[in-house]
């Protein structure tokens, strides 16, 4: 917290004039301080408690000038803050929580990482077992198409009883393929999700 300014040169200019008058009835102890703010070495400062003093006594004698005339060019001086040292006990558990939050953090991001799954990698083993999702994956799609086709064409074929127009047998093939299609993709949908552990 500021309790001082420093001083600038009309500051020290104008003091300086007031000291050397020998008719001035500057108090002795405000002289002192004064003489004593003056012989400092750089930066100069003035006490806010001098300060006060020389205002009043400013004020009590009249005198052309006023001291924020005085105190113009000068500033307000902020001593350095000296921050205490830090606790060594504290230091340490700080570090261990940082070092055990940084664990925790690791531990979180490599979860699912499998480290036999990782030297396993590129066996044939491997590669048979994708093999096998490929494979199923191929005919799951094939018995789709099969099963559409399939119905599309028993519904063009069993709607000639019903319908003497190619356009109206057609339509009544693509609506009965469209109904199969939606149901096997139903089943499809439920029994990926049965193989993912999922209700």
Not at 52 to 76: A, C, I, M, N, T
Not at 167 to 172: K, L, T
């Amino acid at each position: 917290m500021a309790s001082a300014f420093v001083v600038g040169d009309t500051f020290r200019n104008k003091v300086t004039e007031l000291l050397e008058k020998s008719d001035s009835s500057l108090p002795q102890r405000l002289r002192e301080e004064l003489e004593e703010t003056l012989a400092k070495p750089e930066p100069k400062t003035l006490s806010f408690s001098t300060a006060r003093k020389l205002r009043k006594w400013l004020q009590d004698k009249g005198h052309p000038f006023y001291l924020h005339e005085l105190l113009e060019e000068s500033s307000l001086h902020l001593p350095e803050v000296l921050k205490p040292p830090r606790n060594p006990e504290l230091v340490a558990r700080l570090e261990k929580i940082k070092a055990k939050l940084a664990n925790e953090e690791y531990n979180r991001i490599t979860r699912n990482v499998n480290t036999q799954d990782i030297n396993r990698s590129g066996t044939l083993a491997d590669f048979g077992q994708q093999m096998r999702s490929v494979k199923a994956l191929v005919l799951t799609i094939f018995n789709f198409l099969v099963t559409v086709v399939a119905a599309f064409a028993c519904s063009y074929m069993g709607s000639q009883y019903l319908f003497t127009d190619t356009a109206a047998r057609v339509i009544a093939a693509v609506i009965a393929a469209s109904v199969v299609g939606l149901a096997e993709l139903y089943v499809l949908v439920r029994t990926m999700e049965g193989e993912l552990g999922e209700p």
